[in-house]
């Protein structure tokens, strides 16, 4: 991490006996291993922050995609059950021909109930 070779550490910890002392130099050696430890598990929580975060992005990106196809789908959903309703309308109107014929009120159409198939009621007076 620090790029430091064995005799660089050997001469380091030579002049700080020297310096602080046996004793000091003690405290001084868990003083940095302590502040090494605390260090090491700021940069790793920094780390983990940013991996969620980045990940947490692209979920956001991902929600939006899916919410755009979702509201291109209904879209055209909605433009196909505008078209289903002019197609029963027209089915609707009285032809000169037949003698009789049921018809249905439609004032609104939902999806659910176009999955259900019409089937007209049978006449007794016949065609």
Not at 14 to 36: D, H, S, T
Not at 92 to 121: A, C, D, E, F, G
């Amino acid at each position: 991490m620090f790029n430091i070779g064995m005799g660089e550490l050997l001469l380091f910890l030579v002049i700080a006996l020297i310096v602080l002392g046996p004793e000091q130099l003690l405290q001084a050696i868990r003083y940095g291993i302590k502040f090494y430890n605390k260090l090491k598990k700021l940069i790793q929580q920094i780390q983990n922050d940013v991996e969620k975060e980045l990940k947490l992005s692209e979920l956001q990106e991902l929600m939006t995609s899916k919410l755009n196809e979702v509201q291109i789908k209904e879209q055209e959903l909605q433009l196909q059950l505008e078209r289903l309703n002019q197609e029963i309308i027209e089915l609707n109107k009285p032809k000169s021909k037949l003698r009789s014929i049921h018809y249905i009120s439609i004032t609104s159409l939902t999806i659910q109930q176009l999955r259900i198939p019409y089937l007209p009621l049978k006449s007794n007076k016949g065609f």
